[in-house]
T-cell receptor, first 111, second 113 residues
């Protein structure tokens, strides 16, 4: 039972344009959401998070949007840069603090 | 400040053998979590230890076990290895557990032949 889903295995975007990565979850008890970025042969690196009491959080080029009624979150990267090419994982946690990850989306930013 | 250190980086084992992986968390971090990453499955939560006690557990068979020492270092053990156990095993540490404070190591790539 995949509680956190990233339905797009891959995404290709031109440099300078917006990248939008999507994530859906099924467990209404999740109240904290995170995005991690992963390069090959490295561990995931924390990017940005959002609490369920907010619907938007921004950090530089990265913005996360949360739609609780739709159980959907998205990560916007503007403008996209070639160095952003990596696998992006969304993750969710609830009262147990256990992180549940999605399957990841491979972002390729074309120069 | 040193990051999360996992050893070894690569490991090749034979079916039926057992393996122990090690994780040294960031100094001062008391929570250590383990994840298995396989293609198409994302990161699957194995277990979390906090102050030497297992606090959370994922849906893995009993062949997967772990422990945490008084210095917060953690080990995970997999007994009776199967081909399907081939994966990248990631360790993450945080000061209290969750809420964005997880820092991951680079992982141990286990190949079972």
């Amino acid at each position: 039972d995949q509680q956190v889903k990233q339905n797009s295995p891959s995404l290709s975007v031109q440099e300078g344009r917006i990248s939008i990565l999507n994530c859906d979850y099924t467990n209404s008890m999740f109240d904290y959401f995170l995005w991690y970025k992963k390069y090959p042969a490295e561990g995931p690196t924390f990017l940005i998070s959002i609490s369920s009491i907010k619907d938007k959080n921004e950090d530089g080029r990265f913005t996360v949007f949360l739609n609780k009624s739709a159980k959907h979150l998205s990560l916007h990267i503007v403008p996209s840069q070639p160095g952003d090419s990596a696998v992006y994982f969304c993750a969710a946690s609830g009262a147990t603090n256990k992180l549940i990850f999605g399957t990841g989306t491979l972002l390729a930013v074309q120069p | 400040k040193a990051g999360v250190t996992q050893t070894p980086r690569y490991l090749i084992k034979t079916r039926g053998q057992q393996v122990t992986l090690s994780c040294s968390p960031i100094s001062g971090h008391r929570s250590v979590s383990w994840y298995q990453q396989t293609p198409g499955q994302g990161l699957q939560f194995l277990f979390e230890y906090f102050s030497e006690t297992q606090r959370n557990k994922g849906n893995f068979p009993g062949r997967f076990s772990g422990r945490q020492f008084s210095n917060s270092r953690s080990e995970m053990n997999v007994s009776t290895l199967e081909l399907g156990d081939s994966a990248l095993y990631l360790c993450a540490s945080s000061s209290a557990g969750g809420r964005g404070g997880y820092t991951f190591g680079s992982g141990t790539r286990l190949t079972v032949v």
